[in-house]
């Protein structure tokens, strides 16, 4: 199906405490760049614990401890001298439910270029509309700029988190279930933007919807209680899976 692709991002041996409960057993996994990985697996299995170690997301959460590596572009996310917040810059993350800033749709996607020290207004503009027009926002915004984020529908504020995402232009996006509070037709947009948008970055999605990973990833991790049980392509694990208990889960026979 598709031509092999260098990894992008890495994760050996890497195990997760939550103060005494271990979350993460030994996942070693490979994810190829430009390519969609999809994570799934039952509620619980480990699935966003793993994602959020791509962007140091568990970092702030206090009683958190980690084991093994992880890595982008080989090297060590965790070693001495990675500055978490430019990983942040280069690994963009999107969340469930979106979460746009009360502010102007201009200023949402403006944010983050300002915040690394954009202050040229013509550049920001220039950002804007490049980011809103990857994200497949800008015909229906392009007139409104300067009005509030929040007056956007739920499909459309996801659509501007992505934007919000892109405009500091990273090389990996992380969603986790990116499409789960929205509508049929809105989920059917985000899906067609995962499909463009992995020409150009890395995309791991965590998602609940088998249809929805079978649809949009080319590889797909199944999870179960904190163990990797099994990866490979989308197309392996959806129509011959080596392992019984990811052929139950992905026929809906437990999960
Ligand atoms: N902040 C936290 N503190 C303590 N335990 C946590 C924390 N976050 C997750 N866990 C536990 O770690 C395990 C894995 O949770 P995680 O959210 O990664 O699973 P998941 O597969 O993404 O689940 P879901 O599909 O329901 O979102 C669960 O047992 C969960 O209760």
């Given at each position: 199906m598709h031509e092999p692709s260098a990894p992008k991002l890495s994760s050996d041996n890497l195990e997760l405490w939550y103060g005494e409960k271990r979350a993460l057993h030994g996942i070693t996994m490979d994810l190829p760049e430009r390519r969609v990985t999809a994570l799934i697996g039952p509620s619980g299995c480990g699935k966003s614990t793993y994602l959020r170690c791509f962007n140091r997301m568990n970092d702030l959460i206090p009683g958190v401890r980690i084991t093994g590596r992880v890595t982008l572009d080989n090297a060590d996310l965790y070693g001495k001298g990675l500055d978490p917040v430019e990983l942040r810059r280069r690994v963009g993350m999107v969340f469930q439910k979106s979460n746009p800033f009360p502010k102007t749709i201009w200023e949402n996607v403006a944010f983050g270029p300002r915040i690394l020290g954009q202050k040229n207004k013509a550049r920001l503009d220039e950002i804007v509309e490049r980011s809103l027009r990857n994200a497949a926002l800008w015909d229906d915004v392009k007139d409104r700029l300067q009005t509030s984020a929040l007056g956007l529908s739920g499909g459309q504020q996801q659509r501007l988190c992505i934007a919000r995402a892109l405009a500091v232009e990273p090389e990996v996006l992380l969603m986790d279930e990116p499409a789960s509070a929205l509508d049929p037709i809105a989920t059917a947009r985000i899906e067609e933007l995962i499909h463009e948008l992995k020409a150009r970055y890395?995309?791991?999605?965590?998602?609940?919807?088998?249809?929805?990973?079978?649809?949009?990833?080319?590889?797909?991790?199944?999870?179960?209680?904190?163990?990797?049980?099994?990866?490979?392509?989308?197309?392996?694990?959806?129509?011959?899976?080596?392992?019984?208990?990811?052929?139950?889960?992905?026929?809906?026979?437990?999960?």
């Open positions: 890395t995309i791991v999605i965590v998602t609940h919807n088998m249809q929805q990973a079978a649809r949009v990833s080319d590889y797909t991790a199944f999870f179960y209680m904190g163990e990797l049980v099994e990866f490979g392509s989308t197309e392996t694990i959806f129509t011959n899976p080596k392992v019984r208990r990811t052929e139950d889960y992905i026929t809906g026979r437990f999960g």
